[in-house]
């Protein structure tokens, strides 16, 4: 059993920068397809960038360009690195795995298709 353990969420200003850091216990990440999601009150749980084991990426087309994601095989965690944040990108976010193989990295993308979670991180962009 995998868990998910985020760090790095805050209060930063519009233009900055943030990562945000999810750690894998118990598993090696390079197993798993993994994504970021986000949430804002009374709205559903969103994409933000998934990946697959090949490294085959999606990104949503809010974050294209200022959101990346990479991972570190060695410390077993991933990372989503956010640029350029906007107030906009305000939310809950949370790191996502899955052990079930898709063969179109859009079938990543919804929240039901993985079966871990971390325990999310606020992330708040002031204008």
């Known amino acids: 059993q995998v868990q998910l353990l985020e760090f790095g969420g805050g209060l930063v200003q519009a233009g900055d920068s943030l990562r945000l850091s999810c750690a894998f216990s118990?598993?090696?990440?390079?197993?798993?397809?993994v994504g970021w999601f986000r949430q804002v009150p009374g709205k559903e749980r969103e994409v933000v960038i998934v990946q697959t084991t090949g490294g085959t990426t999606y990104y949503s087309d809010s974050v294209k360009g200022r959101f990346t994601i990479s991972r570190d095989n060695a410390k077993n965690t991933m990372y989503l690195q956010m640029n350029t944040l906007k107030p906009e990108d305000t939310a809950v976010y949370y790191c996502a795995a899955t052990l079930r193989y898709y063969s179109d990295i859009m079938d990543y993308t919804p929240p039901g298709a993985y079966q871990w979670w971390g325990q999310g991180t606020q992330v708040t962009v002031s204008s």
């Open positions: 118990g598993r090696e990440i390079r197993n798993y397809g």
